[in-house]
């Protein structure tokens, strides 16, 4: 098969060629150069994408949630994206499989796009794909894009904190609420949703997560805490309807627009920060690091001075033109 050319696959995409936006999202995925050009082509197509981040333990009814939201915003005729967001597991994993079959009853419908999401193998590297495969959705025209994340890591947090309304998903129960509290979800919660509230407890946790909210006292959104059925339906309809109300407060308040802002800054450090890393391998994987590492341990220099040696050095090198 001959190699895509991006550009030709974003005019495809933006057609509605869905086995374009697939293998755009694949490029994404891969990271380096291929997923840099992808980025900068789609970059200012399309009007943003509202995000929706869900969040919450694992079995907590993501998923579930997630698919019965698909279902609403079906019903109001509008296009919408799913991101199944894994850091740990490759394509294997169970989870995932397990969502893909859940989902399945969206396949055949061409106004939903179900992908999942792995790892690019290295920290933060989903942090960094998500924004890109976010762009690449908004440039395919979905105006609205679910972010589904398993809330248990700081990677977690990262991903979710990029969405613009962020729903975290407890479980009838105290332990839920402290658990999401310790993974720093609270701080993060647009929306509290209490799933499986067919099971017993679950106005006990909504009025326990309210009070903890109490306790954090005033913001200018207070995160509204939804009771719902994901398996039924039931108060998925309150679900979205917090959801929007979220996005009006934070469209109302010029919110939104300071939200964007702090992700393009937060984007570019993360873009940063990853050439750096690069740039520190390199330095550090050649011969002369390989000496100096050995000076160290053998306890001719100490570290720091090793490490400053190393940098200046190619400082000077980058000086007197050598390096790019
Ligand atoms: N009783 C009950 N079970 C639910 C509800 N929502 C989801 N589940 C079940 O909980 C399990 C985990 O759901 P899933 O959506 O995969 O959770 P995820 O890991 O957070 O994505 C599945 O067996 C669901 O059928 C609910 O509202 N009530
Ligand atoms: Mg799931």
Redesign the pocket.
Same mark, same amino acid.
């Given at each position: 098969m001959p190699r895509p050319d991006p550009a030709e696959l974003i005019e495809a995409t933006r057609r509605g060629d869905r086995a374009a936006l697939a293998r755009l999202l694949s490029i994404i995925e891969r990271g380096g150069e291929g997923a840099r050009s992808v980025g900068r082509a789609c970059h200012g197509l399309g009007s943003d994408a509202y995000t929706v981040g869900i969040t919450? /333990?694992?079995? =907590?009814?993501? %998923? !579930?949630? !997630? %698919?019965a939201l698909i279902d609403l915003v079906r019903a109001r005729d509008e296009r919408v994206a799913v991101l199944a967001i894994d850091p740990s597991s490759p394509f294997s994993g169970g /989870?995932i499989l397990?969502?893909r079959v *859940?989902m399945g009853v969206h396949a055949l419908d061409e106004g939903v796009f179900i992908r999942s999401m792995a790892t690019r193998g290295h920290l933060g590297g989903l942090a960094v794909a998500a924004p890109e495969a976010v762009r690449v959705l908004t440039a395919a025209g979905y105006p609205w894009v679910l972010l589904?994340t &398993?809330g248990v890591g700081q990677v977690e947090v990262d991903v979710i904190g990029q969405a613009d309304t962020t729903v975290v &998903?407890v479980n009838p129960g105290w332990g839920d609420a402290v658990q999401a509290n310790k993974a720093g979800l609270m701080e993060i919660a647009d929306v509290f949703v209490i799933?499986? /509230?067919? *099971?017993p407890g679950a106005d006990e946790t909504a009025r326990d997560l309210r009070r903890m909210l109490d306790m954090a006292g005033a913001e200018t959104w207070r995160p509204p805490v939804v009771c =719902? !059925? /994901?398996?039924?339906g039931?108060g998925v309809e309150d679900v979205w309807r917090a959801v929007v109300d979220h996005r009006d407060h934070l469209v109302a308040t010029g919110e939104l627009g300071e939200r964007h802002h702090r992700r393009a800054a937060e984007e570019v450090t993360r873009l940063v920060a990853a050439r750096l890393l690069d740039q520190a391998r390199a330095l550090t994987s050649g011969p002369r690091a390989a000496e100096l590492a050995a000076a160290v341990a053998a306890g001719d220099t100490d570290p720091w001075t090793a490490a400053d040696q190393l940098l200046d050095e190619s400082q000077a090198s980058l000086g007197s033109g050598d390096a790019r």
């Amino acid at each position: 098969m001959p190699r895509p050319d991006p550009a030709e696959l974003i005019e495809a995409t933006r057609r509605g060629d869905r086995a374009a936006l697939a293998r755009l999202l694949s490029i994404i995925e891969r990271g380096g150069e291929g997923a840099r050009s992808v980025g900068r082509a789609c970059h200012g197509l399309g009007s943003d994408a509202y995000t929706v981040g869900i969040t919450g /333990a694992p079995g =907590a009814g993501k %998923s !579930t949630l !997630t %698919s019965a939201l698909i279902d609403l915003v079906r019903a109001r005729d509008e296009r919408v994206a799913v991101l199944a967001i894994d850091p740990s597991s490759p394509f294997s994993g169970g /989870a995932i499989l397990g969502d893909r079959v *859940r989902m399945g009853v969206h396949a055949l419908d061409e106004g939903v796009f179900i992908r999942s999401m792995a790892t690019r193998g290295h920290l933060g590297g989903l942090a960094v794909a998500a924004p890109e495969a976010v762009r690449v959705l908004t440039a395919a025209g979905y105006p609205w894009v679910l972010l589904e994340t &398993v809330g248990v890591g700081q990677v977690e947090v990262d991903v979710i904190g990029q969405a613009d309304t962020t729903v975290v &998903v407890v479980n009838p129960g105290w332990g839920d609420a402290v658990q999401a509290n310790k993974a720093g979800l609270m701080e993060i919660a647009d929306v509290f949703v209490i799933n499986k /509230a067919d *099971r017993p407890g679950a106005d006990e946790t909504a009025r326990d997560l309210r009070r903890m909210l109490d306790m954090a006292g005033a913001e200018t959104w207070r995160p509204p805490v939804v009771c =719902a !059925t /994901a398996t039924s339906g039931d108060g998925v309809e309150d679900v979205w309807r917090a959801v929007v109300d979220h996005r009006d407060h934070l469209v109302a308040t010029g919110e939104l627009g300071e939200r964007h802002h702090r992700r393009a800054a937060e984007e570019v450090t993360r873009l940063v920060a990853a050439r750096l890393l690069d740039q520190a391998r390199a330095l550090t994987s050649g011969p002369r690091a390989a000496e100096l590492a050995a000076a160290v341990a053998a306890g001719d220099t100490d570290p720091w001075t090793a490490a400053d040696q190393l940098l200046d050095e190619s400082q000077a090198s980058l000086g007197s033109g050598d390096a790019r």
